[in-house]
Nanobody
Framework: QLVESGGGLVRAGGSLRLACAVSGRTFDSAAMAWFRQAPGQEREFVASINWTGGRTYYADSVKGRFTISRDNNKNTGYLQMNTLEPEDTAVYYC????????????????????WGQGTQVTVSS
């Protein structure tokens, strides 16, 4: 089970930190990712991280502003979002999957079998 938290309403230029608490599985052997979906749009990749946190990928739209991380001791993943823009408004989902090798940080939604319920992020201009 994956449970996201930390969403909310923030002004443009502000920051939020999302958390994804994972239970019922071995988190430290699962790749993890964040996706987002805005109204009327398809779900899109935001960032991903491998087992150890040593490999990360970001969508071009968030590179330099967002940081994905994980704490395997706490079974929790994070997405630090800085310099938020109205275009970042969306429901953010965390995803995890144990099928991948330790060095892999997939970027496709189809590569993840477990998903959270989502948390709303709204950025006002």
């Amino acid at each position: 089970q994956l449970v996201e938290s930390g969403g909310g309403l923030v002004r443009a230029g502000g920051s939020l930190r999302l958390a994804c608490a994972v239970s019922g599985r071995t988190f430290d052997s699962a790749a993890m990712a964040w996706f987002r979906q805005a109204p009327g749009q398809e779900r899109e990749f935001v960032a991903s991280i491998n087992w150890t946190g040593g490999r990360t990928y970001y969508a071009d739209s968030v590179k330099g502003r967002f940081t994905i991380s994980r704490d395997n001791n706490k079974n929790t993943g994070y997405l630090q979002m800085n310099t938020l823009e109205p275009e970042d408004t969306a429901v953010y989902y965390c995803a995890a999957d144990q099928r991948h090798r330790a060095w892999q940080a997939p970027r496709a939604a189809a590569d993840f079998g477990s998903w959270g319920q989502g948390t709303q992020v709204t950025v006002s201009s």
